[in-house]
């Protein structure tokens, strides 16, 4: 488990990566989640968030993924 | 079967020759297409479906996806071999079942450059099933696809738990897949400027612009330089000689040429078979359906339509949606019916329900749009912003009602943003063949059958039976002539003949505007309905058709109002 400061997707900065740590969501939720390359241990990387709530986008792997505000609260990151 | 955006739809085509709409997004398929090919001696069916990340689903797309895997005999996996892991999720359901798979391996060239360095031989062994990589887009790996199509087998795999086909595929990934660092490009921080708030939002609005103009641009230069000269110069002395044949009047003249205005023909105003059935499809709305699906085509192909639906998302929260709603509605602008369809992508009935709903009363298509243009435009732009602000405004605010008054709520946002491609020009020339193509052979007969039957009634004069009884609603409430409303009954047939027969009536501007827009919004053309209906349910269906017409009453009556 990787010790670094705690936050979630919408506290990140823009350019800050992390592990992800925890989802806390349905089982609906985090299993759509992990299929799309979002799971405790993955490596993520924050590109860029909308303003008014809007959705952040994240680098995983080789893919950018754009998660709704909501959602993204929920998902707990371990800074590096 | 495969992931979203994996090239699902171009390998089918290269398979079957059959071309499918493929675009740079992940939700362009939504349903499923037939075609076959021929595998040795005989001819199999294969079947292109819907792209999903796992084998349970989340949409109806998806859902479509699993019930047509149910039916196959043999699965054709893509994978993505950019994203091996990722992908690997849904190839380890897909051997867990009984049916046999094979896998392509596309977007093979994309690896290299991208550093990713995969051990095609261990793999085999290990997923033991055959794997072929692939290029869709150049078609190579193909004919090896086809040749190992018999060998795909069903290997004794275990079912396994969510967790543990995490750990297999870590451990599969471990194995094959070496990557070399490599720092982010300028090239993709200059793409990541488009999901920036600040920098996205100019750079939408930049895009918006310009395809408007250029959409403007083409359409109004086929129709000035290419359709006019060639109906007035051509066609028109033709059609004059006909008249003359016919003597000048009759039934048959009323029908084939129309009304002789002024000692000519009036390809818009004429309205026969003849005269305005050909120049209004022809010259008026085709050279929009091209330009308009030429532009469209582009951005979806580079794929930016995802960054867009990204920055619209908290706006299309307020209607009750999330920002991929973006995709159906701007499809919408070429057409209803596959706007319809494409509401699959959405995960609730309650978006659905509100997108198509939104899409059919306030997003008109492109051949709506190009007689809006044509016969709204010469009396003054400002009179075209008047329509398409009033459109909008009752986008706005239905959407806001209809996410208050709508029960349940709105699922968020969770979409893959495709990397930016540049699109190859003969995929985007086959794609907007495809639509001119599908516009010719579906709108015309339509087109046709409309004037015939408008031409009859009128001789008949039921026309005038209904106008009158219609009287007060349309020339109370909306300030126009009591004829107008024959167009709103056509409308049902197609709505750019519908607002073609406004242009005899000689309306002043504002009652164009009014005609216009009531007619946008009053009720779907027959083709729309028929997928309404399909997709929403008949009770669905009819709170929609209420909300529709209470709606284009309302705005229509308040819009006169103010007009007058």
Not at chain 2, 67 to 86: P, Y
Not at chain 2, 232 to 255: E, K, M, Q, Y
Not at chain 2, 392 to 397: G, N, P, R
Not at chain 2, 440 to 465: C, H, K, R, W
Request: aromatic share 8%.
């Amino acid at each position: 488990m990787p010790d670094g400061k705690l936050t979630t997707l919408t506290l990140m900065q823009a350019g800050q990566s992390g592990t992800v740590v925890q989802i806390r969501g349905g089982y609906r939720a985090v299993s759509r989640l992990s299929a799309m390359g979002i799971r405790p241990g993955k490596r993520i990387t924050k590109v860029s968030a909308m303003f008014m709530r809007g959705p952040v986008t994240v680098q995983v792997d080789r893919a950018q993924l754009a998660i709704g505000y909501g959602v993204a609260n929920r998902i707990i990151v371990a800074l590096d | 079967m495969g992931n979203p955006n994996v090239g699902k739809s171009v390998i089918f085509s290269r398979l079957t020759g059959v071309h499918v709409i493929a675009s740079n997004y992940p939700g362009t398929t939504v349903s499923y297409t037939r075609g076959f090919m021929k595998l040795g001696k005989q001819m199999a069916e294969v079947i292109d479906v819907p792209g999903t990340y796992t084998l349970e689903p989340t949409s109806e797309a998806e859902e479509i996806a699993l019930h047509m895997l149910n039916s196959g005999d043999l699965v054709i996996n893509v994978v993505n071999a950019t994203n091996l892991e990722r992908n690997l999720y849904l190839t380890l359901q897909l051997l867990e079942r009984d049916t046999p798979v094979i896998i392509a391996l596309n977007m093979w060239d994309d690896t290299k450059h991208r550093g990713i360095h995969i051990d095609l031989d261990q793999l085999r062994k290990l997923l033991a099933v055959p794997t072929i990589p692939t290029v869709a887009l150049t078609g190579q790996g193909i004919k090896e696809l086809v040749e190992n199509i018999p060998q795909a087998t069903s290997p004794e795999t275990p079912e396994r738990s969510h967790d543990e086909r995490w750990t297999a595929i870590g451990k599969i990934v471990q194995q094959v897949q070496f990557i070399t660092h490599r720092h982010h490009t300028r090239f993709e921080r200059l793409t990541d400027a488009s999901v920036k708030p600040l920098t996205g939002s100019i750079m939408a609005i930049a895009v918006l612009a310009i395809s408007f103009v250029v959409i403007r641009f083409i359409g109004e230069g086929l129709i000035g330089y290419v359709c006019d000269p060639l109906f007035n110069t051509l066609w028109a002395p033709v059609l004059l000689r006909i008249s003359n044949f016919l003597g000048g009047s009759g039934f048959l003249h009323h029908i084939l040429i129309g009304s002789i205005i002024n000692g000519e023909i009036n390809f818009v105003q004429s309205f026969g078979l003849l005269s305005s059935g050909l120049y209004v499809p022809f010259a008026m709305v085709l050279p929009y359906i091209i330009s308009f699906y030429l532009v469209l085509g582009l951005l979806e192909d580079t794929g930016y339509l995802p960054r867009l639906a990204v920055l619209m998302d908290s706006a299309m929260h307020r209607l009750g949606l999330h920002g991929y709603a973006i995709i159906p509605t701007l499809l919408g602008l070429g057409c209803n019916v596959p706007a319809v369809l494409a509401t699959r992508i959405l995960e609730s009935k309650r978006e659905q329900f509100i997108a198509a709903t939104l899409i059919s009363i306030a997003v008109p298509c492109a051949a709506l749009q190009a007689m809006i243009f044509g016969l709204v435009g010469p009396h003054g732009w400002q009179y075209v912003a008047m329509v398409y602000g009033t459109l909008f405004l009752v986008w706005l605010i239905l959407g806001t009602i209809l996410n208050h008054a709508v029960k349940g709520f709105s699922p968020e946002l969770l979409i893959e943003i495709p990397p930016y491609r540049l699109p190859p020009w003969g995929t985007v020339l086959q794609k907007l063949w495809m639509r001119t193509h599908s516009f010719l052979a579906e709108a015309i007969p339509i087109f046709l059958g409309a004037i015939l039957v408008i031409n009859i009634l009128y001789t008949l004069g039921v026309f005038s039976a209904i106008a009158n009884s219609t009287a007060p609603v349309v020339t109370g409430l909306l300030g126009l002539p009591k004829e107008a409303v024959t167009a709103l009954v056509i409308g049902f047939l197609r709505k750019d003949v519908a607002l073609g027969m406004l242009a005899p009536l000689a309306l002043t501007a504002e009652q164009l505007v009014v005609g216009s827009v009531v007619l946008a919004m009053f009720f779907p053309c027959i083709a729309t309905f028929v997928v309404l209906l399909r997709q929403l349910g008949v009770v669905n269906m009819l709170k929609s058709a209420a909300i529709m017409v209470s709606a284009s009453v309302i705005t229509g009556g308040i819009l006169n109002l103010i007009l007058h």
